[in-house]
């Protein structure tokens, strides 16, 4: 049975999400600043605005431009219009923003509050 | 009796002044006002009512008693703007940093047009040095030093007003506020005038120390923002300086403006290209000498070229 499940889902067709920016939103941008990393976002219509990096950036601008992309499509068109040495950079600090959501979501913990696998009862082997 | 006679007599001011960008007509019948204008901003004209006729004023003040006993008994200060009356009423001895205050608000509230940031500003020829910074990170007296020991140009201690369409800072060089220890600190540097002291303010004890003569001759010449400095002084702390990106600083600055929301997006394109030609650093020092010497490290890379 989960043999037959494996070959469905390698049959279906790969599901393509659509990326637009937020309904109401109007996206101002900051200068590149390539030297510093980050630059900063702008919402015409709410005053809020963030603090991102040259990725994000590059993906908000590209959607902006596109009215609507793949996120796949997105992903890749952006990363590759970094330059090269920020492309590692770009993709280490996905990682790393999957590492601070976990912390901040408190599946994980650092520093002193942190608990070992092992004194959390799942030993490491 | 002529008016101008009635205004001597009583000791009205009734006056105009061009304090760049903007031209304030101030009356009040407190002396302490009228020293101070006389002190800080150029001596009064031998007669009081000699500009009035001006055509046109941005900002028309009035500082006047309280209202009904309180003109006698514990008497109070009140400021009003174009007869609005924005704040509650100080002691009557406050007067004078009530009109410091006020005008300070004024800028802050007031749609000029500019954004108007909360940092002291000061200058080396069309350089420009930014000190945001919250109450108490001692941006006031690192100002003051900058200016009286350091030979810097004074823009405002208070104020930074940004041109939006030119980018360029203008200067607003007014009496600097200095707070409590900070008075020994300034008073002792040559060419630092202090008027009175004010005590019990909501902020302690303050002062107003006279911009130096240079700055308000050129009050009319901008300049642009090259250093935006975080000051953060703890006494005896040592001296620490980080470089700070852009977008770090733009947050800050964010925070530390009076307007940015009513601008809008021209309010954000301001800052960003304000910081686009700037460097952005936050210092941590524990005395004012080492202030003075790490922003000596900052600008003097800019200054020796």
Request: aromatic fraction near 8%; proline fraction near 7%.
């Amino acid at each position: 049975m989960k043999e037959v499940r494996q070959h469905e889902a390698a049959a279906a067709p790969k599901r393509r999400f659509r990326i637009g920016i937020f309904p109401g939103r109007s996206i101002a941008f900051s200068p590149e600043w390539r030297e510093d990393g980050l630059c900063v976002l702008f919402d015409r219509n709410s005053g809020d605005y963030w603090v991102v990096s040259g990725l994000a950036r590059k993906i908000v601008e590209n959607v902006s431009q596109d009215q609507g992309c793949d996120a796949e499509d997105l992903t890749r068109v952006a990363l590759y219009a970094l330059p090269h040495d920020q492309r590692l950079d770009a993709m280490q600090a996905t990682a790393r923003n999957v590492l601070d959501e976990l912390l901040r979501l408190e599946i994980l913990a650092s520093g002193p509050d942190a608990v070992s696998p092992t004194r959390a009862g799942y030993p490491l082997d | 009796m002529p008016y101008r006679q009635l205004a001597q007599v009583i000791r009205l001011i009734d006056i105009v002044l061009r304090l760049a960008p903007v031209t304030v007509r101030v009356r009040s019948p407190f002396r302490s006002v009228a020293r101070h204008i006389e002190r800080f901003y150029g001596g009064l004209p031998a007669d009081s009512a000699l500009n009035r006729d001006d055509p046109f004023v941005d900002f028309d003040i009035r500082l006047v008693g309280g209202a009904n006993w309180r003109r006698w008994f514990r008497p109070q200060a009140r400021f009003l703007l174009d007869e609005s009356d924005p704040f509650l009423p100080l002691p009557a001895s406050q007067a004078a940093p009530l009109f410091e205050w006020g005008l300070n608000w004024c800028f802050a509230t007031r749609p000029l047009g500019y954004l108007v940031m909360h940092a002291a500003v000061v200058a080396q020829g069309g350089d420009a040095l930014i000190l945001p910074g919250f109450p108490g990170a001692g941006k006031s007296t690192l100002c003051a030093s900058l200016t009286f020991a350091e030979g810097w140009r004074l823009l405002s201690d208070e104020l930074a007003i940004l041109e939006p369409e030119t980018g360029e800072l203008q200067p607003n060089p007014r009496p600097i506020s200095v707070k409590n220890e900070s008075l020994r600190i300034v008073s002792a540097f040559p060419g630092a005038t202090l008027g009175p002291a004010y005590s019990d303010t909501r902020k302690g004890t303050v002062a107003h120390v006279a911009p130096p003569a240079a700055s308000v001759d050129a009050a009319e010449q901008t300049a642009r923002c090259r250093w935006v400095v975080f000051p953060r002084f703890t006494a005896d702390a040592p001296t620490t300086c980080e470089e700070i990106t852009r977008a770090e600083a733009f947050t800050r600055i964010a925070e530390q403006s009076f307007n940015r929301d009513r601008m809008g997006e021209a309010g954000f394109h301001a800052i960003c290209a304000m910081l686009d030609g700037a460097r952005c650093f936050e210092i941590g020092y524990g005395s004012t000498a080492d202030g003075l010497g790490l922003i000596r490290d900052i600008t003097s890379e800019r200054t020796a070229q």
